[in-house]
């Protein structure tokens, strides 16, 4: 059943853009390690079993990355939360009552409706 009742801006998931970035930015830490185990598998001397690590690194990390990239947002499935049930209102209170407690916060709800008559053209 589907509601015609306004998303949580809480149960969003996240932006395009912001999950674009969230994933070029892993992409780019992995490779730039991998980029460091070529240079320490080049570098550093005397060669023995950990330059076989950094070859590994260099070789199989590229890989891992764009598997890391490719993981997007659409594997978490995020159900909308109507934001009527955060703030719902309290109940009103007696008259003497809501005079006892002044400090008692205000809600206001405002619903929107589609104008029934044409707009007036006051300027000509």
Same mark, same amino acid.
């Given at each position: 059943?589907? $509601? +015609?009742? %306004?998303? @949580?801006? !809480? @149960?969003? =998931?996240?932006?395009?853009?912001?999950?674009?970035? $969230?994933?070029? $930015?892993?992409?780019?830490?992995?490779?730039? #390690?991998? #980029? &460091?185990?070529?240079?320490?598998? %080049?570098?550093? !001397? =005397?060669?023995?079993?950990? !330059?076989?690590?950094? *070859?590994?690194? &260099?070789?199989?990390?590229?890989?891992?990355?764009?598997?890391?990239? +490719?993981?997007?947002?659409?594997? *978490?499935?995020? $159900?909308?939360?109507?934001?009527?049930?955060? #703030?719902?209102? =309290?109940?009103? %209170?007696? %008259?003497?009552?809501? /005079?006892?407690?002044?400090?008692?916060?205000?809600?206001?709800? #405002?619903?929107? !409706?589609?104008?029934?008559? /044409? =707009?007036?053209?006051?300027? @000509?």
């Amino acid at each position: 059943m589907k $509601t +015609n009742r %306004a998303q @949580s801006a !809480t @149960s969003l =998931p996240k932006a395009p853009r912001e999950d674009a970035d $969230t994933r070029f $930015t892993k992409y780019m830490v992995m490779m730039g #390690i991998r #980029i &460091a185990c070529f240079i320490a598998m %080049a570098v550093v !001397t =005397p060669y023995g079993w950990y !330059t076989f690590v950094f *070859a590994a690194g &260099a070789i199989f990390l590229p890989y891992l990355a764009v598997i890391v990239a +490719n993981v997007g947002q659409d594997a *978490a499935d995020t $159900t909308a939360i109507s934001p009527e049930r955060a #703030i719902e209102a =309290p109940r009103p %209170a007696p %008259a003497a009552a809501a /005079a006892a407690a002044p400090d008692a916060p205000l809600v206001i709800r #405002i619903a929107e !409706t589609p104008r029934l008559d /044409a =707009p007036r053209d006051d300027r @000509s």
